[in-house]
């Protein structure tokens, strides 16, 4: 039996081998510079806490609210106390096994001379552990430590999801306080020229299609307010819900201004955005934790040895008289998987191929984050250029609009230039506006595509402060 057995490890041994670590590379080797970044000629922000560089004390103060009180947030903490339940349940199974049982008893049996009553009395130790031989267990192990540091990536990627969406909803209500606030100024100034139009007609000085257009243009602005009014309601409740509040209008309704764009945050190299995206960190740590279980599918086709051991003592009646002592055992399990029909090899070949897929999720996502990046400095720079000609246009439109009313009150044109000059003012104003607003959403976008280390800082707080109310 001891040659057989010795014969099948053998051979078992020889047709299997340990696992080698797989070496994950980039999809592409990247520039040493992003292609968009050739138009930024000063260093750039640092990207740490980047809303910082708005200068917004308001934005600021939300932000706390924020990483406190946000539902999402609270629920991929969650997720993270259920990964690390796992780790440290896989890790047990590398630690010796040691339960504790007592039992205490009383029975009567019959006799020929009478009932006789007992006692049963029964403390007892067992000890249980797998030897890991091939390192299935520490695979295992490995594995489970690899999702729950690809688990803390996920949250750290979540603060800096919604830090992101908290800042854009928060300029686009401004914004939209912004294009009320315009649409009130030209409503007063339609009106203004509604008045003047009608009292020339009055006299006969204009014809009657004038006044019907000044009417037209009027009505017109109006309409465009309950647009934005609705388009502020929607970015309000959104920011609410953002901060665990009921879905509410916001008290503080006096900011309509937007600030000027801060300089674009510091890019650096390509090369550097693998250590700064949390989410990029969680997929690479993820293609490891799959090469780890690739490693413990392999060891489970190996032979299997575990020990197992009791002591106890005993003290029991019995009709021969009190029976009392102690008992102990030691038993050594080998297990040896010799048919199993495939199931141990389609493991692993289903293990590989979960690894082949891990590693390919994360060079997409790998160049995905790099077009990220690059769309994120196109559009900055495209939509700074759209900015500056938007102002130059709002300028000469108002300067058109202001020379235009005086000939037509002067009496030197018709109504036509006045009502194309009008609507053309305060559609580039309003144009400019959602263009300044979008050139905040870029830099917004650049700080979310480059990633950074602040997320960390703040998961750590918000765990900590978690710890301390359990």
Same mark, same amino acid.
């Given at each position: 039996?001891?040659?057989?057995?010795?014969?099948?490890?053998?051979?078992?041994?020889?047709?299997?081998?340990?696992?080698?670590?797989?070496?994950?590379?980039?999809?592409?080797?990247?520039?040493?510079?992003? #292609?968009?970044?050739?138009?930024?000629?000063?260093?750039?922000?640092?990207?740490?806490?980047?809303?910082?560089?708005?200068?917004?004390?308001?934005?600021? #103060?939300?932000?706390?609210?924020?990483?406190?009180?946000?539902?999402?947030?609270?629920?991929?903490?969650?997720?993270?106390?259920?990964?690390?339940?796992?780790?440290? !349940?896989?890790? %047990?199974?590398?630690? /010796?096994?040691?339960?504790?049982?007592?039992?205490?008893?009383?029975?009567?049996?019959?006799?020929?001379?009478?009932?006789?009553?007992?006692?049963?009395? +029964?403390?007892?130790?067992?000890?249980?552990?797998?030897?890991?031989?091939?390192?299935?267990?520490?695979?295992?192990?490995?594995?489970?430590?690899?999702?729950?540091?690809?688990?803390?990536?996920?949250?750290?990627?979540?603060?800096?999801?919604?830090?992101? =969406?908290?800042?854009? $909803?928060?300029?686009?209500?401004?914004?939209?306080?912004?294009?009320?606030? *315009?649409?009130?100024?030209?409503?007063?100034?339609?009106?203004?020229?509604?008045?003047?139009?009608?009292?020339?007609?009055?006299?006969?000085?204009?014809?009657?299609?004038?006044?019907?257009?000044?009417?037209?243009?009027?009505?017109?602005?109006?309409?465009?307010?309950?647009?934005?009014?609705?388009?502020?309601?929607?970015?309000?409740?959104?920011?609410?819900?953002? *901060?665990?509040?009921?879905?509410?209008?916001?008290?503080?309704?006096?900011?309509?201004?937007?600030?000027?764009? /801060?300089? $674009?945050?510091?890019?650096?190299?390509?090369?550097?955005?693998?250590?700064?995206? /949390?989410? *990029?960190?969680?997929?690479?740590?993820?293609?490891?934790?799959?090469?780890?279980?690739?490693?413990?599918? !392999?060891?489970?086709?190996?032979?299997?040895?575990? &020990?197992?051991?009791?002591?106890?003592?005993?003290?029991?009646?019995?009709?021969?008289?009190?029976?009392?002592?102690?008992?102990?055992?030691?038993?050594?399990?080998?297990?040896?998987?010799?048919?199993?029909?495939?199931?141990?090899?389609?493991?692993?070949? =289903?293990?590989?191929?979960?690894?082949?897929?891990?590693?390919?999720?994360?060079?997409?996502?790998?160049? %995905?984050?790099? +077009?990220?990046?690059?769309?994120?400095?196109?559009?900055?720079?495209?939509?700074?250029?759209?900015?500056?000609?938007?102002?130059?246009?709002? +300028?000469?439109?108002?300067?058109? @609009?202001?020379? %235009?009313?005086?000939?037509?009150?002067?009496? &030197?044109?018709?109504?036509?230039?006045?009502?194309?000059?009008?609507?053309?003012?305060?559609?580039?104003?309003?144009? #400019?506006?959602?263009? +300044? =607003?979008? $050139?905040?959403?870029?830099? !917004?976008? @650049?700080?979310?595509? &480059?990633?950074?280390?602040?997320? =960390?800082?703040?998961?750590?707080?918000?765990?900590?402060?978690?710890?301390?109310?359990?």
């Amino acid at each position: 039996m001891l040659r057989l057995t010795s014969l099948l490890m053998g051979l078992l041994l020889a047709g299997c081998s340990f696992h080698t670590p797989t070496i994950v590379e980039l999809p592409v080797d990247p520039p040493s510079d992003y #292609l968009g970044n050739q138009a930024v000629v000063e260093p750039g922000l640092p990207v740490d806490q980047w809303w910082l560089a708005f200068h917004d004390e308001n934005l600021n #103060l939300l932000m706390v609210e924020l990483f406190a009180k946000n539902l999402e947030l609270a629920q991929s903490l969650a997720r993270l106390e259920q990964v690390e339940s796992l780790f440290r !349940i896989t890790r %047990s199974a590398q630690s /010796p096994q040691l339960s504790a049982g007592a039992s205490l008893g009383r029975s009567q049996q019959p006799s020929l001379n009478d009932n006789f009553i007992g006692n049963n009395q +029964q403390l007892s130790l067992a000890a249980g552990y797998e030897l890991d031989l091939w390192g299935k267990l520490a695979a295992q192990t490995k594995a489970a430590s690899l999702e729950l540091s690809a688990s803390r990536q996920d949250v750290q990627t979540v603060y800096l999801g919604l830090s992101a =969406r908290l800042a854009d $909803l928060y300029f686009l209500a401004v914004e939209q306080r912004a294009q009320l606030a *315009l649409t009130e100024q030209s409503i007063v100034s339609f009106a203004d020229t509604l008045v003047r139009v009608e009292s020339r007609y009055r006299v006969g000085l204009v014809p009657a299609i004038d006044m019907y257009q000044a009417r037209q243009s009027l009505s017109g602005a109006q309409a465009a307010r309950y647009l934005f009014e609705a388009r502020l309601a929607e970015a309000e409740h959104a920011m609410a819900v953002l *901060l665990g509040r009921y879905p509410e209008r916001s008290p503080d309704d006096s900011l309509e201004q937007l600030p000027a764009a /801060p300089g $674009l945050f510091a890019v650096g190299i390509p090369a550097d955005l693998i250590s700064q995206r /949390p989410d *990029l960190q969680a997929a690479l740590q993820r293609v490891e934790a799959a090469d780890a279980r690739v490693a413990a599918a !392999i060891a489970d086709r190996f032979p299997s040895i575990s &020990l197992s051991g009791g002591y106890g003592s005993l003290r029991q009646d019995v009709t021969a008289g009190l029976l009392k002592g102690e008992f102990w055992s030691l038993l050594g399990n080998l297990a040896l998987p010799i048919v199993d029909g495939g199931r141990r090899r389609a493991e692993v070949d =289903r293990r590989e191929a979960v690894l082949r897929e891990a590693v390919a999720g994360y060079q997409q996502k790998v160049l %995905s984050a790099f +077009q990220e990046v690059e769309n994120s400095l196109v559009n900055n720079f495209a939509t700074g250029q759209r900015v500056e000609s938007l102002a130059e246009t709002a +300028q000469a439109t108002g300067a058109t @609009l202001r020379l %235009s009313t005086a000939r037509y009150l002067a009496g &030197l044109t018709d109504y036509l230039p006045v009502l194309t000059a009008q609507r053309a003012d305060f559609d580039v104003s309003s144009r #400019l506006l959602a263009a +300044q =607003r979008q $050139l905040l959403a870029d830099r !917004i976008s @650049l700080a979310r595509a &480059l990633g950074g280390d602040w997320m =960390r800082v703040e998961m750590n707080l918000r765990l900590e402060i978690e710890k301390d109310k359990r």
